[in-house]
């Protein structure tokens, strides 16, 4: 008998987990929806606990409260460009020249998911026009450390310190010419009728950013190293 009280009581624990996730899982999604819709400052609570069918305490109870909520939303909306793609294309072993290629072609790729990508996109739009104490957070955890590596990185292959200034602004322009791409899309393609974002076609733009970015690279090294033997000589 108390074998049979010990399963019954497990899986009452286990079927009530399920229902908290699955509540949990649709508060995010409304979550995403409303605050694609209008950003985090004109967002309600109300309105996204009834689009999930849920009771405004659980928001609380789940998240602690509304930023805690939208803190969650932005950090998934940021992780779903591709970042373990990411992560996994810095972390491989091979010539510098062939890491920025995958960290490049797996960034471009993240842009290529339908309508989740217009959602998340305009989340992020959002937030950048009014930034909120998310923000810090979600950079400190998910940009960040990226764009660290990247400087280790780029900074190896001009021969300068990771924080060195010249180093920065070599990373910034590859980033830049990225975002041009995921901030500017819906403009770049009134510009470009051709721009259809497909895979095959973000994978071609991929490589032209890697080389025109290498090109770049390989001279500014070469320049530096002169300079450095010419001041040497001085």
Request: aromatic share 6%; net charge positive; proline share 3%.
């Amino acid at each position: 008998m108390a074998g049979r009280g010990a399963a019954a009581a497990r899986n009452r624990s286990d079927a009530t987990d399920e229902s908290a996730r699955a509540t949990r899982a649709r508060l995010l999604e409304a979550a995403a929806e409303v605050f694609a819709e209008v950003g985090y400052q004109q967002a309600k609570i109300r309105d996204i606990c009834g689009r999930a069918g849920a009771n405004i305490a659980l928001v609380n109870y789940h998240f602690g409260d509304k930023l805690g909520l939208y803190t969650e939303v932005l950090h998934h909306s940021i992780k779903a460009g591709h970042v373990d793609a990411i992560r996994s294309a810095l972390d491989q072993d091979g010539p510098s020249e062939d890491i920025l290629r995958a960290l490049v072609k797996a960034r471009m790729r993240g842009m290529c998911r339908g309508d989740q990508a217009d959602r998340q996109f305009r989340i992020v739009m959002h937030e950048l026009a009014q930034p909120t104490p998310a923000m810090d957070r979600v950079i400190n955890e998910v940009t960040r450390p990226i764009y660290n590596r990247m400087l280790e990185l780029i900074g190896g292959m001009v021969s300068l310190p990771a924080g060195d200034e010249k180093t920065r602004l070599c990373v910034h322009s590859v980033m830049g010419q990225i975002m041009l791409y995921a901030l500017a899309g819906p403009f770049l393609k009134r510009l470009w009728p051709g721009l259809k974002m497909t895979p095959e076609q973000l994978d071609r733009i991929a490589d032209h950013i890697a080389d025109f970015s290498l090109a770049y690279l390989q001279a500014a090294r070469k320049d530096g190293i002169k300079g450095h033997g010419a001041a040497a000589r001085r």
